[in-house]
Structure formats: C-alpha cells, structure tokens
C-alpha cells in the first residue's frame, strides 16, 4: 500500500522559511511527476509546484523566485523549500506523487504565515 508522509509544517513570521518533505512508502516503483499542492480556507485547491523524475519543474506564479521544489529519486522523496513566506502562504499543503496510473495525495501539513 503506497504511503505519502509529510513533514515540516508550522507556524513561521512573514519572511521567514519553511522546508516540507514527504517520503513515499509501500512501493519500489519511482514515481513519474511529484508535486505539492495547497489549499487555503475558502479556496480552490491549487498547485504549487511540481517536478518530474528527470528534474523538470513548473512553479505557479505566485510562489517563483520564493518556493524551490527538489526530489531524491533514490529516497523516493520530494521536498518544498518555502522562502520569504507570505501571509497568504497560509494553508494546508499537500503532496502528490504519480505512479502511474495512479496519482496519490499525503494527508496534508498545516502552514501558517503570521506575526
């Protein structure tokens, strides 16, 4: 049974950083495209960002030049590292990784951006 398990979450000041990892478990598949989405309350689930096996990544526009995602294909593994964060950075963050032909989502990590 594949498992997604986040970490790093928590409550930052506004320009300040965050690093949220999730290790993927249960399979000796790697995973194709790996990627974290967020969702802020009252909102529309979005994506962040998202990086293929081979390196390849696609930011959205509210988050480049601050957000860097990077994967360790040998650990199974992709992180998000948050820089310069906003208040409206605030949400639940979700990692989602495809191992086709199936896309799977970790049980979210809450952000905070507040002083």
């Known amino acids: 049974q594949v498992q997604l398990v986040e970490s790093g979450g928590g409550l930052v000041q506004p320009g300040g950083s965050l690093r949220l990892s999730c290790a993927v478990s249960?399979?000796?598949?790697?995973?194709?495209?790996m990627g974290w989405y967020r969702q802020a309350p009252g909102k529309e689930r979005e994506s962040v960002a998202t990086i293929t096996r081979g390196g390849i990544t696609n930011y959205a526009d509210s988050v480049k030049g601050r957000f860097t995602i990077s994967r360790d294909n040998a650990e199974n593994t992709v992180y998000l590292q948050m820089n310069s964060l906003k208040p409206e950075d605030t949400a639940v963050y979700y990692c989602t990784v495809r191992i086709l032909p199936t896309t799977y989502w970790g049980q979210g990590t809450q952000v905070t951006v507040s002083s």
């Open positions: 249960g399979t000796a598949r790697s995973s194709s495209v």
